[in-house]
C-alpha cells in the first residue's frame, strides 16, 4: 500500500489531479503493480510533472511504464508497453531527444486527437481529417511487427528473425522458402536484414492513405501560454512535403513534436503564431 498511499499523498498537494486519485482507487493498487515496471510516484513531489506510467493510464487505462507497441524483452527483462490501438494518441518532444520510441499504437490512434508532451507539459492536438487515422495499410502493420524483432530500434534484424517476422505476418515462411529469401535480402551474407530491403520486397509501392494537406486544431489550457493570458483554440494549415529532408528548428517545439509523426509536416499557424506546447 506504500506506493498507492505515496501517489494520493502527491496528488493531495496537488488538488487539480482528482480525476486521477479516483482513477487510482477505481483502478486497484495490484492491477497498477501488476502494469508497472518501476516504483516511482506518478506525480513528481517537487514540480507536479506526471510519469509516463501516470499518462498511459490516464490515455489507455493500463499504467505501463513505456510507450512502444507491446512488449519488448530487454536483457531478459519483459518491459510493457502499449497493448492494442488507443482510443487516442500520444507524441512527445522526448522521442526527438531519443529518450524513448513511441509506437504505432500511439502515433496512429483510433481518433485523430494526441495528447502532445514538452519538457514539461501536456496539450491536446486534433483533426476533422478522419483519414489521419485510417486503418493501417499492410506496409504499416509489416513495419510494426518487424519492429518487434529489432528492440534496440536499429531498422533492420537478424538474418535468423526472418522465419518469425513472415509467420507473424501471416506470410509464407516454409524453411526453404525463407532460405531463399535470406540470400536475396541478406546478399553480401552480412547476418542481417533490412528493414526497407524487406518492405520493398513484400510491400512494394503501396501508397499511403495520409492526406498531403490538412487542418490541425491545437488547445493549451494554460492561460499564461496563450496571447493575452486567454486560452483559445489554434488552427493550422497542414502539408506533408514530398521530400525526404525535414527542417530542423529546435525553437520551434510544436514542430519538432509535429515531425516524430510526420517528418515531412509544414504547418503554417492562424495569424501567424506558433502555439505554445509548455
Not at 54 to 67: D, E, H, W
Not at 166 to 178: F, H, K, M, Q, R
Not at 247 to 266: A, F, G, R, Y
Request: hydrophobic share 40%.
Amino acid at each position: 500500500m506504500d506506493v498507492l498511499h505515496k501517489n494520493i499523498k502527491i496528488l493531495w498537494n496537488f488538488k487539480q489531479n482528482i480525476s486521477l486519485e479516483i482513477l487510482l482507487f477505481f483502478q486497484g493498487l495490484d492491477q497498477i503493480n501488476l502494469e508497472s515496471d518501476t516504483q516511482d510516484p506518478f506525480i513528481d513531489e517537487t514540480y507536479g510533472y506526471g510519469s509516463q506510467n501516470m499518462i498511459n493510464l490516464m490515455i489507455t487505462g493500463r499504467a505501463t511504464t513505456y510507450v512502444w507497441d507491446h512488449d519488448q524483452d530487454v536483457g531478459g527483462l519483459k518491459l510493457k508497453g502499449i497493448e492494442k490501438q488507443s482510443e487516442i494518441g500520444f507524441i512527445t518532444i522526448m522521442e526527438y531527444h531519443r529518450y524513448c520510441t513511441v509506437g504505432s499504437f500511439y502515433k496512429n490512434p483510433i481518433h485523430p486527437v494526441w495528447v502532445l508532451a514538452s519538457d514539461t507539459h501536456l496539450t491536446v492536438l486534433f483533426s476533422e481529417e478522419r483519414r489521419l487515422v485510417s486503418p493501417e495499410t499492410k506496409c504499416e502493420q509489416a513495419k510494426r511487427v518487424f519492429k518487434r524483432f529489432d528492440p534496440y530500434g536499429n531498422n533492420f534484424i537478424s538474418a535468423d528473425k526472418l522465419q518469425d517476422v513472415l509467420n507473424a505476418l501471416d506470410l509464407v515462411s516454409e524453411p526453404e522458402y525463407v532460405n531463399i529469401m535470406k540470400k536475396k535480402l541478406d546478399n553480401e551474407n552480412l547476418g542481417i536484414i533490412l528493414m526497407n530491403a524487406f518492405l520493398d520486397e513484400f510491400f512494394p509501392r503501396e501508397e499511403s492513405s495520409t492526406p498531403d494537406m490538412f487542418t490541425l486544431i491545437h488547445y493549451n489550457g494554460l492561460p499564461q501560454s496563450n496571447m493575452n493570458g486567454q486560452v483559445q483554440f489554434h488552427i493550422g494549415s497542414a502539408i506533408l512535403l514530398e521530400s525526404d529532408i525535414k527542417s530542423v528548428c529546435e525553437s520551434n517545439s510544436m514542430l519538432t513534436i509535429l515531425q516524430t509523426k510526420w517528418p515531412n509536416i509544414e504547418v503554417t499557424w492562424g495569424d501567424n503564431i506558433i502555439p505554445s506546447v509548455n
